[in-house]
DNA sequence: TCTTGCTCTGAAACGCGTTTCATAAACTAA
DNA sequence: TTAGTTTATGAAACGCGTTTCAGAGCAAGA
């Protein structure tokens, strides 16, 4: 296999010369650089990717931690992050964690390793303070609000959001509300909860530990959370679902089972992901694609740390 | 950032010493082993990976490529394969092409560019002498008959499951026997189209291109199969399905609408994917996980290449 | 006692592209 | 014409771990 040595040979230049051409620099007289070329031509030369990435200290790698490729939201993030990798020719290193720990320290390690140029986590399962300890190996970028910090991040404001869609349903009318969530614990549920509990002390609702699901992540998960409401005496009239798959999912039973939405149940979802729009279901849009691309440019952007605030715009259809 | 030079002169050893206590070595005595280790601790010492790939001209890197990562044959082999590669200490690069060509050529390019070491394909859109140009630059493993080359692979027999899977309804007493595919295009869709062919010509049957369905990949896509059979003056009495995920979809529309499986529409799936179990789909049993390790293995495989015949296994349930 | 064969260690070569520095030539502005 | 740029090019240093080769020391077997 040739390397860059035999190339300079045979077009009677310097390596230095070679690599000047492979890296498009500006400073290389037209004969020379026609002469390298034809030498490359000939030689089937390959750059060695190995070497350069030792020669420059970073792989154009950058690792994508998400606990399921497979969901939606994360596969709406992962597209975005994906376009802008294309578009700076850099290529991913996805880790599907599955919420397991040993598969985010795997990434971590590589970060570490210097094997990824930098870390997006889109969702984490390692305490905080287990991230901080591999800041000083590269990049980490992350989906939550790190104000204060010198992590980059882009983040919806999950507390204001929550609380501007509780709102939006008590002026509709509605108070008996409930509401879905993907994982009990995570910083996201955190701050949702949160914002459930200062809505109703607000509006003095009380609180019914009926009207609040966990684990709902897919589709199929809102036929559990119908099931559940279909069984109680008094059930919510409102949910407010994290997940337009979930509300999807609800919404299809429903159907089935010949329930009004939103008169016997009123449906708010979250993403606005394409199945939304096609079930016309009433959401609060998370331009997820645009947030993939942030990440990813926060990713690489040297120096400087930022943190970005996304906002949610409430889509009105016909769920509510 | 201290580098092996640092550590060995800390140590009072060479290099040498010090790589071998990295590589685990067996001749290093113990004295110097504690002394390189103490002396790696004190630097705070990190190998640099890229330096490593470098000399050993490999990353531990492969490659997969699926066309999605979000679909349940899919995550089956990749959890397979990721199950092997943790196992042997590498790590995987996921390519998820959507079926688009470029995606696929990325991943041969991180292939010529020994970016990764190898290659799996799970599932490919290219031509195979396209595939074949870049065999030269390292292993490439896919899941279709490549008897009689030097190309490793893992496959089922299609032709024959499919075929098998037909008489399994013939003896059922089924003639108007339909089947649910997914691309209309890929070498596995034209072993399966085939083998129906000839079962009919077996069995003197008439053809019905009504009675084929193509684009069925997910669980919701069942629902628009069963849309067209209830719109049929002569619908299908038996549909091989070739994924659960759209036999579940079949099964649970048939469930809505009070049709009963499989009096009035009986319902063969492949895979046997976890949701078979749970809704009692006969199906043809795909070791998908096992076929992913043998994948992995075959990967990494030294200088031999290897082709392997994976059988599937009918396992009666209660939709035929 | 002399081989033979381990065990242990270090020097040096190797993998290979990038980048800095020095230098020379060509060009521009004063 | 002189000073100051800009263009063009090569030598050499740099990033860093692995591996081969040669040799020393020591033990077991002949």
């Given at each position: 296999m040739a390397n860059i040595k035999d190339v300079a040979q045979m077009a009677g230049v310097s390596v230095a010369t070679v690599s000047r051409v492979l890296n498009h620099h500006p400073y290389v007289s037209e004969d020379k650089k026609a002469a390298v070329l034809r030498a490359m031509e000939q030689a089937n030369y390959n750059r060695n990717i190995n070497a350069v990435h030792l020669s420059k200290g970073q792989t154009n790698l950058i690792g994508v931690v998400v606990p399921?490729?497979?969901h939606p939201y994360f596969g709406l993030l992962i597209e975005g992050i994906a376009n802008e990798a294309l578009r700076q020719n850099y290529k991913l290193v996805l880790f599907?964690?599955?919420?397991?720990t040993d598969r985010e320290l795997e990434a971590l390690a590589m970060l570490k390793d210097k094997q990824i140029d930098a870390l997006i986590i889109c969702s984490r399962i390692s305490p905080w303070h287990l991230i901080e300890e591999y800041l000083s190996y590269g990049p980490i970028v992350v989906c939550e609000n790190t104000r204060g910090t010198n992590v980059s991040s882009t983040f919806v404001d999950h507390y204001g959001s929550f609380f501007q869609a509780l709102e939006y349903l008590h002026s509709k009318g509605y108070r008996k509300i409930g509401y879905c969530l993907g994982r009990e614990m995570g910083a996201n549920s955190d701050l949702r909860r949160t914002a459930y509990q200062d809505f109703l002390q607000k509006y003095k609702l009380a609180f019914n530990p009926n009207f609040v699901f966990y684990n709902?992540?897919?589709?199929?998960d809102g036929e559990h959370v119908l099931n559940r409401i279909t069984e109680m005496e008094s059930p919510p009239a409102a949910l407010l679902i994290s997940s337009d798959q979930v509300a999807a999912g609800i919404l299809t039973c429903c159907k089935v089972r010949d329930m009004a939405v939103p008169d016997q149940l009123a449906l708010l979802g979250f993403d606005n992901q394409p199945i939304a729009k096609i079930m016309n279901i009433t959401t609060l849009e998370i331009p997820l694609v645009e947030i993939g691309r942030k990440l990813f440019a926060q990713a690489i952007e040297e120096g400087i740390s930022s943190q970005e605030e996304i906002a949610v715009k409430l889509i009105e259809r016909q769920t509510v």
């Open positions: 399921f490729s497979n599907q964690t599955n919420y397991e709902c992540f897919n589709f199929e």
